[in-house]
């Protein structure tokens, strides 16, 4: 098979050392404290401070996710045949991280700078915000696979994303509403605006200790395959579709859920402030467990913590849906439990789609990394988008109307939409799982394999 191999040499593995793994894992808090307030909190930015209606905030949504559809593979194709002194990946992160935080303080400040055109100021900010994100995302997931080609190492790099991953959701969703108070002075949009400028100072800073702390290793093959060998490798590449479709299952669960019990806390259990403690106790839930996640992966498998996840939270959010519940501590009580099988989703996804890599390389002979990782990235977002599209116009449909008392029926909307939702979401996502190819040492064998590969 055409290896079109530049620079040569056989696959390694190598393991890294704690401060890489420490300063890669590093990054994500900085990418949550944009991501984490996108997904929680923009579309009720949208309707209940800037004055949209939900269907038109939901477009927006919906809109951005055709327009990921574009930008996430074509990144991918670009960081993969990017060449410079930095390497492929880590030129992104010194470059893109700026450009990131100047896009998400424009996704806030659209309303302040354009009053008289909130929807069209709205919309062309969002979709600026989700090109550079794509600029700096893809190249920053893509890196796992250019560090190391050992499945535990890869286990430990995943498992530091997100440990730092949760402690930025938790910062943001905790941190978020209360700071756009203290700096609304009057104005709520411009609190808003103000802390997406605190949050912007704040993770360029770790962008930089990300970019100084890792490496991309030159013995792991790199290739420029033309447009037709990159296809070739997606098409033939039935681990990564699986975890594909499967990663889209539990994003747009997981997004439908939170994206909503932002309208149950306020108008089913009636405490407006409440999402915040919802949202603090499900991202600090999720942090303390992702260690014992990522420890129980590297003893077992990724496949059986993924699976055990995703059936924990489709078995939550059932319980949800059945009881819901209207008392405080029974409701913190599951978003605590659905939190933690949120965690192990997170670690063995993660986990997972860099040895998808090596597992098209051994089928096709080609590889290319950050095709795979746009095209995952592409799946996170575009299910997220279609999540926060259809809660916008779910909620138009059961009669939602900001600001006011809900009806007997939108109430039981909400309750569908809140969980059971979410469940049949969970559900889908553990049966796709169980399809996937890769169990057992069998990424390992094809590491080997391929390493005899390049060396014969």
């Known amino acids: 098979m055409n290896r079109q191999r530049s620079g040569g040499g056989a696959v390694g593995t190598g393991r890294v050392q704690l401060g890489t793994v420490i300063g890669y894992g590093a990054g994500d808090f900085g ?29 927006l949504f919906m809109v951005a996710l055709l327009w990921d559809a574009v930008t996430d593979p074509v990144m991918g194709a670009v960081a993969s045949r990017t060449r410079s002194p930095f390497g492929r990946y880590r030129p992104y992160l010194l470059f893109g991280g700026p450009l990131l935080g100047a896009s998400f303080v424009l996704l806030f400040a659209a309303p302040v700078l354009w009053p008289a055109q909130p929807v069209i100021a709205c919309l062309l900010t969002h979709l600026l915000f989700r090109t550079v994100y794509t600029v700096f995302g893809v190249p920053y997931v893509s890196l796992s696979a250019a560090m190391t080609t050992d499945g535990k190492t890869r286990t430990s790099l995943s498992g530091a994303r997100m440990q730092f991953a949760t402690l930025g959701a938790i910062v943001t969703a905790f941190l978020t509403p209360w700071l756009a108070e203290q700096f609304a002075n009057g104005s709520l949009v411009r609190g808003y605006m103000v802390t997406a400028v605190v949050y912007a100072l704040f993770a360029e800073a770790v962008f930089l200790v990300t970019f100084f702390s890792v490496r991309e290793r030159a013995d792991i093959g790199i290739q420029c ?5 990159s ?18 299952m539990n994003v747009v669960a997981s997004t439908i859920f939170t994206k909503s019990i932002i309208y149950y806390t306020r108008y089913v259990i009636g405490e407006a402030g409440m999402v915040r403690e919802v949202l603090t106790f499900y991202t600090i839930a999720a942090a303390a467990a992702v260690f014992g996640w990522t420890l129980l992966a590297r003893r077992t498998s990724k496949t059986l913590v993924l699976s055990i996840g995703l059936s924990l939270n489709a078995v939550i959010f059932l319980l949800l849906f059945l009881i819901a519940p209207e008392s405080k ?46 095209l995952y990235q592409f799946s996170q977002k575009a299910a997220s988008g279609l999540a926060v599209g259809a809660v916008g116009l779910i909620l138009q449909a059961i009669g939602y109307v900001a600001n006011t008392d809900q009806a007997a029926g939108t109430l039981d909307g909400l309750r569908v939409l809140s969980f059971a939702l979410p469940a049949a979401g969970m559900a889908a996502a553990a049966a ?25």
């Open 225 to 229: 395959p033309d447009l037709m060998a």
């Open 329 to 374: 501590t029974m409701f913190l009580g599951f978003v605590v439990m659905a939190g933690i099988g949120m965690a192990a989703t997170i670690v063995a996804f993660w986990a997972m789609l860099p040895d998808t890599v090596e597992f098209g390389e051994w089928k096709t002979g080609v590889r290319d990394e950050s095709i795979f990782f746009g």
């Open 432 to 456: 796709i799982i169980a399809f996937y190819p890769m169990r057992g040492d069998r990424h390992s064998r094809i590491v080997e394999l391929l390493k005899a590969r390049g060396e014969g």
């Open 231 to 248: 296809m070739r490798a997606v098409r033939g590449n039935h681990a990564f579709w699986i975890l594909f479709a499967s990663v889209v």
């Open 31 to 59: 990418l949550n404290l944009f991501y984490t307030g996108l997904n929680l909190y923009l579309l009720y930015y949208y309707t209940d401070v800037v004055g949209l209606a939900p269907g038109i905030a939901g477009s």
